[in-house]
């Protein structure tokens, strides 16, 4: 008799706002970056923090190396008994390393923030020298010297020598060559993962991180940070950053107040190549730690997929009406295009699954090279044939995009590249009038109006199709989305200076400051810690002696 086969059970149903960039679109133009700077990171104690990079790859991106995690051991590994454990440790080593923790990245691993000395040109004396504009650190004011930056390998500026140190790339073997005349690179923008299984919010002490139940965005609670960075050691990616002006952790939001409003994030709505794609995905939480501790890395990637549910199933939308979910998020995720490039097309790909955290920002993997490469060659480079026959020999080797998106696996990889160039090669003879071939798409396992419509979708969405985000809903709220019952909403507190949870702005850097007689000085005597390396006990690490209850 044949096996029967089951819908596996439905556990907790939960929804979560994901997206996914398409990487050949990326211009490297750094917009995205430049406009969240502006928005989020524009305070005091934020000047090396970008929420939102754009790397090249190859290169050692930012913070320097981040991808080598047996420097940082950040994510999750697997135990002996095969259960999933944060990489820094358990809690005893955690607790034991608070105050001094070696696997913290240093503020030369990010850079230096500088500005010039514009003071020097506007008040320097007439004279027969024209003055010079040095730079000086933005952290205290001193001159300093421009040694490394976010985008210090912008199209490969940093050299053989840095482009020598990416952590993927040395995993790879002889074949890949870093002269610049046979160099390869892409564009690929980075923001926080806001994963399903995140490190950052196991490892806090004091439980400041937490992911929302009612989109799956990962946040900073501001009044409960204490500044311990153990969430900077625990993200893999580095995507959290120790305000040395607050004592607060921060992160990339995901732009909570405009998803709640319905309106995309602030990279996604000013980006030029228009890469970014916005949308729900309803996945069941009891499946995602299974998931997560997959003994084979390579099984992560479809792990992952089985973990995300199908709007569509009547007994999907059951269990989503009784976890609360409303209709109308239902709906957005049946039209939400993240959920067509993931798991319809399969086309986007997860940023480095191997740290077993379950990101939600996809990746599809760029292709425009080989297009280029043949046509330089003599041979017609939207041709399918050559075009499949041209996939194993990539300028960007199938082996290094395996090893940002697939932990090392180029299956998942070469199928992505070979339904973009079935894609590229089918609207190719529309264009040209030519007759459809639907051998095209019947080799990459798609059909003639899936490939039309995954095109449209890449090339040709407008705003409302690349954006399905539907208004913010309460915790708990009816299935209309009304709330019921808690707390109006406080504002976000990273919108500027002094907000909840926030110390003064001059809180580390001036001396404290003498409580009048008779009261408690709540902050005197805390310092700076930015640049300490954890020996010692400086004065002013903890409160002083006989103070008040609050002190203590």
């Known amino acids: 008799m044949p096996r029967r086969t089951t819908t596996p059970r439905i556990g907790r149903c939960m929804a979560q706002v994901a997206m996914v960039m398409n990487l050949d679109k990326c211009i490297g133009c750094h917009t995205c970056s430049v406009t969240c700077k502006q928005t989020w990171t524009n305070r005091q104690g934020t000047e090396y923090a970008w929420f939102n990079n754009v790397e090249t790859r190859p290169g050692q991106g930012y913070p320097r190396g981040h991808e080598d995690q047996e420097k940082w051991q950040g994510g999750w590994r697997l135990d002996g008994r095969g259960r999933l454990v944060p990489r820094t440790g358990g809690r005893a080593r955690r607790l034991a390393r608070l105050f ?17 000395d514009y003071e020097t040109l506007i008040s320097a004396p007439l004279g027969d020298d024209l003055p010079t504009a040095r730079p000086r650190s933005l952290t205290d004011g001193r001159p300093t010297a421009v040694t490394w930056g976010p985008n210090w390998d912008d199209d490969l500026g940093g050299g053989p020598d840095h482009l020598a140190g990416d952590p993927v790339l040395r995993r790879m073997n002889e074949q890949v060559k870093l002269e610049y005349e046979q160099a390869f690179m892409f564009y690929l923008p980075r923001i926080c993962e806001h994963c399903l299984n995140p490190t950052c919010v196991a490892v806090c002490p004091s439980g400041a991180l937490y992911k929302r139940i009612e989109d799956g965005i990962v946040l900073v609670d501001q009044d409960r940070c204490r500044g311990w960075r153990m969430c900077v050691s625990g993200c893999p990616y580095k995507k959290v950053y120790f305000n040395h002006t607050t ?3 921060e992160k990339c939001t ?4 405009r998803i709640e409003a ?4 602030v990279c996604s709505e000013t980006c030029v190549g228009r890469l970014r794609y916005l949308g729900v995905m309803l996945y069941d939480a009891d499946r995602a730690g299974e998931a997560a501790a997959v003994p084979d890395e390579r099984d992560l990637y479809e792990a992952q997929l089985n973990c995300f549910l199908d709007p569509h199933d009547p007994e999907v939308v059951r269990a989503a009406e009784e976890s609360g979910i409303p209709h109308d998020w239902i709906t957005a995720a049946r039209r939400s295009p993240v959920r067509d490039l993931i798991t319809r097309y399969r086309v986007a790909l997860p940023l480095h699954p191997e740290y077993r955290t379950l990101p939600m920002v996809w990746y599809v993997p760029p292709l425009s090279p080989v297009v280029e ?10 041709d399918p044939a050559n075009l499949f026959g041209a996939i194993d020999t990539l300028r960007i080797p199938l082996e290094y995009l395996a090893g940002l998106f697939t932990a090392g696996d180029t299956g998942p990889v070469e199928a992505a590249l070979c339904r973009l ?5 089918h609207m190719r003879r529309i264009n ?30 407008k705003y409302e199709e690349r954006y399905v985000i539907p208004t913010g809903y309460a915790a708990g709220a009816d299935r209309d989305g009304n709330p019921t019952g808690g707390a109006g909403h406080a504002g976000c507190s990273l919108e500027g200076a002094g907000g ?32 300490w390396n954890g020996r010692g006990r400086p004065s002013g690490l903890f409160p002083p002696r006989g103070g008040t209850e609050h002190d203590r």
């Open 100 to 116: 001094a923790n070696p696997e913290l990245p240093a503020l030369d691993d990010y850079y230096q923030p500088w500005t010039y």
């Open 247 to 249: 004592g607060k952790a």
């Open 254 to 257: 995901l732009c909570y107040p």
């Open 262 to 265: 319905g309106e995309p994030t």
């Open 373 to 382: 490469a043949l046509t330089r060659g003599g041979h017609d480079g939207e």
């Open 421 to 425: 160039a079935a894609m590229r090669a």
């Open 432 to 461: 040209l009038g030519e007759e459809r071939d639907p051998a095209i798409a019947r080799g990459v396992g798609m059909d003639q109006e899936s490939i039309e419509a995954m095109y449209r979708l890449l090339a040709l969405a």
């Open 500 to 531: 909840p949870g926030m110390y003064s702005a001059d809180t580390f850097h001036a001396p404290p400051v003498p409580a009048p007689a008779g009261t408690a000085s709540r902050l005197g005597g805390r310092l700076n810690l930015l640049n």
